[in-house]
């Protein structure tokens, strides 16, 4: 089946989808990107993943280049073009083409915009969720600003593939404190002994997940508490569960972390619970 992506105004075969080598983008990670999932076909808290693309736009001091709604368009038309069912969308948006120079370009460039789609094996997925992922800790050496949805990833890259190499399916990153920030590319939570969930709190450390801000609402509906707050690795090790959660796994259990076994080395009722809950409270556009 073909693929399609949209690059600056033009849907275009994938094979021919380019940027040029002097984006911003490629040059300096000068570029905010979102992730929706994709569920029969209709993006998931659509609304809240462009209300937070506004606010890293913003942040990065890059206006949007084109209408909430239009962007909307786009991102649901790369969706129907590439048949996704289940799956995810992907939007980038950098300060666009200009010699390379760290000063923003004057006069200003045209942003470059490309929305890419892809299907997930949804199968494996929920394989995956039935027995729970390994994940190791390591330094957080990231940036002040990771609450930025940058395409700057680097440090997330070398830390899921170092995760991957002591056969984990996360890092879970710590920062000099020793409090768990998050995932390579997920949030990190635990359930306490007495069953009170934990999750960072979202300040400049964290990436501010959708899925986390959405699962809040199931946990209420479920009579549970959740704590915003550092937790520290040994706190991790002696929690009675632990998950992650980001838009393309909801809900991830958590079964080993550094070779320790959690809870019972199954995954947790509660976040079984919460990943079987999860879309009842997210919004399917
Ligand atoms: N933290 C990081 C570093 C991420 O890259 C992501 C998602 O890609 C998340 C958290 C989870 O965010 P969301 O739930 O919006 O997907």
Request: proline share 4%; glycine share 8%; charged share 25%.
């Amino acid at each position: 089946m073909s693929r399609y992506a949209y690059v600056n105004g033009r849907y275009l075969p994938f094979r021919d989808a380019k940027v040029h080598v002097e984006d911003r983008g490629y040059q300096f990670a000068d570029a905010v990107y979102e992730v929706c999932e994709v569920r029969a076909g209709r993006l998931v808290d659509e609304r809240r993943h462009l209300d937070r693309l506004e606010r890293s736009l913003a942040a990065i001091r890059l206006r949007p280049p084109m209408s909430r709604s239009a962007l909307g368009m786009v991102l649901r038309e790369v969706v129907a073009r590439n048949r996704i069912r289940f799956g995810l969308v992907y939007l980038q948006i950098s300060r666009g083409v200009a010699r390379r120079d760290l000063a923003f370009p004057t006069p200003e460039a045209a942003p470059s915009i490309v929305v890419t789609a892809r299907a997930l094996n949804r199968t494996r997925i929920e394989a995956r969720a039935a027995t729970g992922i390994a994940v190791v800790s390591m330094p957080d050496n990231r940036w002040g600003r990771v609450d930025i949805k940058t395409v700057g990833l680097l440090p997330n890259a070398l830390a899921r593939q170092a995760a991957l190499e002591q056969g984990a399916h996360e890092a879970w990153l710590v920062d000099s404190s020793g409090a768990v920030t998050e995932g390579a590319s997920a949030n990190a939570w635990i359930v306490t002994r007495d069953g009170k969930l934990v999750t960072r709190h979202a300040d400049h450390a964290i990436l501010g997940g959708i899925t986390r801000g959405v699962l809040f609402d199931a946990v209420k509906a479920q009579g549970l508490t959740v704590e915003q707050r550092p937790f520290a690795l040994d706190e991790a090790y002696a929690a009675r569960e632990a998950f992650i959660t980001s838009a393309t796994q909801t809900v991830m259990p958590v079964v080993r972390i550094d070779g320790r076994t959690i809870g019972n080395g199954k995954p947790g009722p509660i976040a079984t619970t919460l990943r079987r809950e999860f879309h009842r409270f997210a919004e399917a556009g």
